[in-house]
């Protein structure tokens, strides 16, 4: 009996319901299967069934989950690594490695490359990216900074920080002409290609989200936040939702509650809305002040996944938060240095500028 080949469109069903690295294994089938993990319309669809995934970082382990939302629990594979900051850009991920380089990260594709830096004293603080219309793929780029020493007379001198970029494609070290006062004070999102983080004016305490734009090279100020701070120690959390949006999570110091608002439309748009997404009891929640490691999290089906270090023991864990769930689940018993969110899967070759670089 000869084959029967079903329409692709069924096909097409068939594959976005696939779990990641299931669906990598079959680019290899044909090439219109290939050609889906390149077409946009199909990974959003993939991203919008895919079950959550993310990294959590402790002092010697990476731990890869994934969490059934329907059952609250998770599938937790640790990989032993020493301790080192993660950050995403683009899909991707970048491990920083203190006085050597950062390393390109496909966990999907299982790519790693390498990216070195000449002067080894460069602070790393995040990855973008800008376009240029001659050439067709984007240009990565790394902020971060340098202490420097400036002559104040012929015997004393005095440091300072000054603001650098690295260009991955160039691996050129450009410097810029930018004030330190307006760097990030806790690690910066990488979303289109800028960076953003919370910040408050020191004046009149007023909150907003200051950004990175790698095409000018500049720092601005993006937009106020929809809530302000009541104490000193309530917790402002930003985070990406949605791919092209962004979530802030408020938990008020006095009462633990936990407050969520989103951005209505993409944050290309002109005028920044916020809505009230969801308002959480206290009961159960942890307290997310002094948490060193700081806390990571992400929504999804209007649940609230949050990874933290335990309240008494520091140890890695997740909490699972809605309106009829409270579910904590500890990763280990070691103490969490850092935590991040693999919140999109990408299945995109790493690009051709970071191909060419040693591994």
């Not at 240095?337 to 060419?356: A, Q, T, W």
Request: hydrophobic share 40%.
């Amino acid at each position: 009996m000869a084959p029967v080949k079903l329409p692709c469109d069924l096909e097409e069903e068939i594959l976005s319901r696939l779990p990641p690295l299931s669906l990598v294994r079959s680019r290899t089938v044909c090439q219109h299967w290939n050609s889906l993990l390149h077409d946009k319309s199909f990974l959003n669809k993939h991203v919008a069934r895919v079950r959550p995934q993310f990294i959590f970082l402790t002092e010697s382990k990476a731990h890869s989950i994934n969490i059934d939302l329907h059952t609250g629990g998770t599938d937790p594979t640790a990989i032993d690594l020493t301790h080192t900051t993660i950050t995403s850009c683009d899909g991707f991920l970048f491990r920083h490695f203190w006085k050597q380089g950062v390393a390109f990260w496909n966990p999907w594709l299982r790519q790693v490359v390498w990216i070195e830096y000449v002067d080894k004293s460069f602070h790393f603080c995040g990855v973008g990216y800008d376009y240029d219309s001659n050439v067709p793929e984007k240009r990565y780029k790394i902020l971060g900074y340098l202490n420097c020493l400036r002559d104040v007379s012929d015997t004393y001198q005095v440091s300072y920080k000054r603001v650098a970029i690295y260009e991955c494609s160039s691996r050129a070290l450009k410097f810029l002409d930018a004030p330190f006062k307006n760097w990030p004070t806790m690690d910066p999102l990488s979303l289109n290609g800028n960076l953003y983080w919370v910040t408050s004016n020191p004046e009149t305490h007023e909150c907003f989200i200051r950004s990175f734009d790698f095409s000018s090279e500049t720092f601005k100020t993006f937009c106020l936040l929809p809530c302000e701070k009541n104490h000193s120690r309530d917790q402002l959390v930003l985070a990406v939702y949605k791919r092209d949006g962004f979530s802030l999570l408020k938990q008020c110091y006095v009462t633990g509650e936990i407050s969520v608002w989103v951005t209505k439309e993409k944050i290309d748009a002109a005028e920044v809305v916020w809505i009230n997404l969801m308002t959480l009891p206290t009961s159960n929640l942890p307290k997310l002040i002094n948490k060193l490691c700081g806390i990571s999290y992400f929504i999804f089906e209007k649940t609230l996944i949050m990874c933290c270090g335990d309240q008494e023991t520091g140890a890695a864990s997740i909490y699972i938060v809605r309106e009829d769930m409270c579910k904590k689940i500890q990763i280990g018993y070691e103490i969490v240095r850092f935590s991040h969110c693999v919140y999109l899967p990408n299945f995109i070759s790493v690009p051709s500028e970071f191909r060419s670089l040693p591994v």
